[in-house]
């Protein structure tokens, strides 16, 4: 199994350009999620879903868009990039109900200048 | 609302001193309990979870970590570091309210082991 993988690894915008974060998991879980990390701030939830075809807000959504239309693919969108914007972002995925674990992808580090 | 705070965001140690790292939440139902560590420029990766029974709950690595619920905390420990245990830590809190399962992080803290 592969896991939790995200596409691409590195990528550097412009601001104003869009782009679109992919994240794939073959683990079948329910539960994804975005998270962008920061210096200092820690892992802040951006949007969740908790099955296909859901999506909700998390703790920081303001100028990105999700969506979830199979189970094993969740979509991070930037429509309009800000250097606000620049971070680490991190898919994560876990199995239905309280005991599971999140499994982490690899990471995206996006620079918008 | 619910949080979960990491009073430690630096940590500075020698190779084999003991390790505390400080993990409190704020929610009175009934919680499950994560630590997940980051090595440097990797992802987040479990070292150990609590849903119930015995307290003190052991990881990979040497780690443990204890859930005292009256003081609503979960503190990580490990008896003698190694410079290989620097990373980032991540204290997180999973707990059901409304209907809904809620996923918190901690801001983490940073461990630096010297040789």
């Known amino acids: 199994n592969a896991g939790v993988t995200q596409t691409p690894k590195f990528r550097v915008l412009k601001t104003g350009q869009s782009m679109t974060l992919l994240c794939a998991q073959d683990m079948n879980h329910e539960y994804m999620y975005w998270y962008r990390q920061d210096p200092g701030m820690g892992l802040r939830l951006i949007h969740y879903?908790?099955?296909?075809?859901?999506?909700a807000k998390g703790e920081v959504p303001d100028g990105y868009n999700v969506s979830r239309l199979k189970k094993q693919n969740f979509l991070l969108g930037l429509e309009s990039a800000a250097p606000s914007q620049t971070s680490v972002y991190f898919c994560a995925s876990k199995e239905v109900g309280s005991r599971g674990e999140q499994y982490f992808g690899p990471g995206t580090r996006l620079t918008v200048t | 609302a619910q949080s979960v705070s990491q009073h430690n965001h630096h940590v500075i140690l020698s190779e084999a001193a003991s390790l505390e790292l400080g993990c409190n939440y704020s929610y009175g139902g009934t919680v499950n309990l994560f630590w997940y560590v980051q090595y440097p420029g990797q992802h987040l990766q479990l070292l150990l979870k609590y849903f119930s029974g015995d307290p003190l709950v052991k990881g990979i690595k040497g780690f443990e970590a204890e859930f005292i619920k009256s003081k609503f905390s979960f503190n990580l420990r490990k008896p003698s570091v190694q410079w290989s245990d620097t990373a980032e830590y991540f204290c997180a809190v999973n707990t059901y309210t409304s209907g809904t399962y809620k996923y918190i992080f901690g801001t983490g803290t940073r461990l630096k082991v010297l040789a």
């Open positions: 879903s908790v099955g296909e075809g859901t999506t």
